[in-house]
Each structure stands twice: as structure tokens, then as C-alpha cells.
């Protein structure tokens, strides 16, 4: 996004036409950000050309992940649900990775009839549900195992999933243990060892931390893995005092790991492909002055952006047009719906707003329109794919009738 004459643009088009055109609110995305992330993404790791599994978690319009195989990435899907959406976009089988820790015999049958490239599996009882379905079907799964490092990933306790009390991954023993019981089954191939240690993550060193973590565990289990998947959760700048992820030392650490073990890399990135593709605009329906501060009550809401309530995150908020006269009040920007998490940010020094202005809520391209629901029977909004100065709806925004 950026300013022309005080009129805030994406790529070629003016938000404020965007917000009278289509409503709000409204999630647009930027193409050419798109196809900079995965370019950048793929320069990152050159030297060894990883096989890239988009997380389809962090967003699941199917406009997008066709829009994304395009550049040849592939999928990681953690439901048979986001499966389908893959498969639907045109993802080859062969480049489907399943994660999660609770994945149903249905699910898991449903996989196995895909062909998908693995199942990471994340517990000894699911290995024996994937060996069982394989048995009956005759059929050898290729699999791997998700390995829980016990490495802190300096991120949000909510999104942390490679410490010991996480639910995600087995501890070294397990892992040992599970290894020997796919050595002896003959209808399992393990083929990967899995790893992911959290999101927003912006520092290299959890990442060193964790393959030599994984390094030691394939030193002593002497297995030949022929992928060894190491997840995703590189972060993004949700603001301008954030450091960025260096993935110089991280392609640095895993040349060295790769130096001793002849293995394929697989990625499985999110965030960092479509996080700040995305923008979010709003129009104030009130503004109420409590005294100490001023409420700016939006017509986005929690159930459009779920982040700051669940996470306590925080995302800037652009006006559409600049004005350049500064309030002395403190803005405190919330949504409609009847929760006091209903809140998306607190700030001092904002310019003066008035009631049915335009806002927009940036880098909620992940975790955003996938997280959203219908709480208080609240309709999803639309979603716009912007190309330059092209506009493609690639979602409707839903009606009550829909809901009702």
C-alpha cells in the first residue's frame, strides 16, 4: 500500500473507490506483493531448492492457492477440509503434506486415496491407525514423524508449538521407539522426520537450536530420511520497529545440516508468503467520547479479524486519506460486536478521524479471513484480489439469508 496525494492506493487502485464499490468490510489482497513474497522466499533458499508447501491454514480462498501453485509451491493441510481446497486449486498430490495432531480414520483413509506425498504423523496410536487403514487397502503409506525439539521459538505462548509442553510432535524416546516399529511394519514407509516449532518467528537462532536438535536425532537413529521437513513460521514486520527473520544465518545453518545428511528439505510457510499481501478496510460507524478516550467503532469486528483478541496482536491501522491535522485524543479502535476483546488497538497521536471515514486494518493476508466466523450472525466479508489496476472478487461477501 502507499500514499498518492494524501489517498491511499493498492497497487493502482484507490481504496477509497474500493470501500464505495464493493462496502465494507472488505479484505483485498496485492498480487505483485504475492508474487514478491514467493519470489524472495525461493531466492532465500536457492542453494538447495526446498520443496515449498504453502500452509493452507493461514488462508484457505482457493483463488489464492491456485494463484500460489502457479509459482509451483505445494500444500500443508491440517484437515481433510483444507485437503479438498488444495486439490480443488490444482496442488499435486505429490507435493501434499498432512500435519496435525487429532487426524480422523476419515481423514487419514481420505489421504491415503489422494496419494498425497506424506502423512506427518504425531502419536504412536495414529502410526497404528495409518498402518491399520494400509493394511486393508493393501497399500504401503509414506509417512514421517513429527519430532517435538523442546526448543523455545521466542514467539507468542500461543503460537509456540516445539516446547515439551506443547501438544504437537513425540519427545526423542518416542521418536526412537516409533522409528523401530515402522522399520518392522510393512505397509508403512517412513520417509521424513517433521519438525515446526511455532509462528512469528524472528530470530535465527530458535531455527539453529532446532536442527541440531534434529541433527542429533538422526545421528542415533541412523535412518535415512529422505525429507526432512522443517515447518514453517518465519515472521513478518507487523510494524515498523520489528527485526527481520536474517535468512542469510538460517540458510547458513541448514547448508551446514545438509553438509552431513543427504536429505530433501520440505518447508511449510504461511505468514511469510501472504501475511502483508492483505488489507482489511473499514468505515467508523461511531465515534464515542468516554472522556479519558474516544472509542472509533468500526464496522470490522472480531469475528473479521480474530488476531488481537486471541493473541493480544497488534496490526497498524492506515487512514484512507490523510489529513495531516493531529488529535490530542487517545483513539481506541474497536469493532461492534458485544465482547470487550472487540478491540483492535489503542493510540495516541492519530489524526483526527470523523464518523464514515475509511480505514485500513494492514497484514491480515494470514490468519485472518481463515480465522473470521459468524459470530453475533455476522456475514464474512468479500474478498478482492487486486492486480495493478484490475479488481477479480475472488469470495462474495455473504448475506443473513445465507446464515438464516
Known sequence: MRYNKKKLFIEGVSVQNIASKFGTPT????????????????????????????SVKSNTNVNLIREIKKFGLGADVVSKGELMMALKAGINPSKIVFSGVGKTSEE?????????????????????????????????????????????????????????????????????????FCKNSKNIDLQCLSVHIGSQILDHKPYEKMLKAVSNIISKTKHKFKFVDLGGGMGIAYNDKIKQLNYKRYNLAINNFLKKFNTKII??????????????????????????????????????????ALYGAVHKILPVRKSGNISKNIYEFV????????????????????????????????YGMSLSSNY???????????????IKKIKNRQKHTDLI
Request: charged share 30%.
Open 27 to 54: 479484505y483485498c489482497y496485492s498480487y505483485s506483493k504475492l508474487k514478491e513474497n514467493i519470489i524472495n522466499f525461493k531466492k532465500n533458499f536457492k542453494s538447495f531448492s526446498p520443496l515449498i508447501c504453502f
Open 335 to 366: 469493532g461492534p460486536i458485544c465482547e470487550s476483546t472487540d478491540k483492535f488497538v489503542t493510540l495516541k497521536k492519530y489524526q483526527k478521524l470523523r464518523e464514515k471515514d475509511f480505514l485500513a486494518i494492514c497484514d491480515v493476508g494470514a
Open 108 to 180: 487419514i483413509n481420505f489421504a491415503i486415496e489422494k496419494r498425497i506425498l506424506l502423512i506427518n504423523a504425531e502419536s504412536e496410536s495414529e502410526i497404528q491407525v495409518i498402518e491399520k487403514i494400509a493394511r486393508r487397502k493393501n497399500k504401503i503409506v509414506q509417512i514421517g514423524i513429527r519430532l517435538n525439539p523442546n526448543t523455545d521459538a521466542k514467539t507468542l505462548k500461543q503460537i509456540s508449538t516445539g516446547k515439551s509442553e506443547n501438544k504437537f510432535g513425540v519427545n526423542s524416546k518416542e521418536f526412537f521407539k516409533l522409528v523401530n
Open 376 to 390: 453475533n450472525l455476522r456475514p464474512k466479508a468479500v474478498e478482492l484480489l487486486i492486480n495493478g489496476r484490475r
Open 267 to 308: 518447508f511449510e510457510p504461511g505468514r511469510s508468503i501472504i501475511g502483508n499481501t492483505g488489507s482489511l478496510i473499514s468505515k467508523i460507524i461511531y465515534i464515542k467520547d468516554s472522556g479519558a478516550k474516544k472509542f472509533i467503532i468500526l464496522d470490522a469486528a472480531m469475528n473479521d479479524l480474530m488476531r488481537p
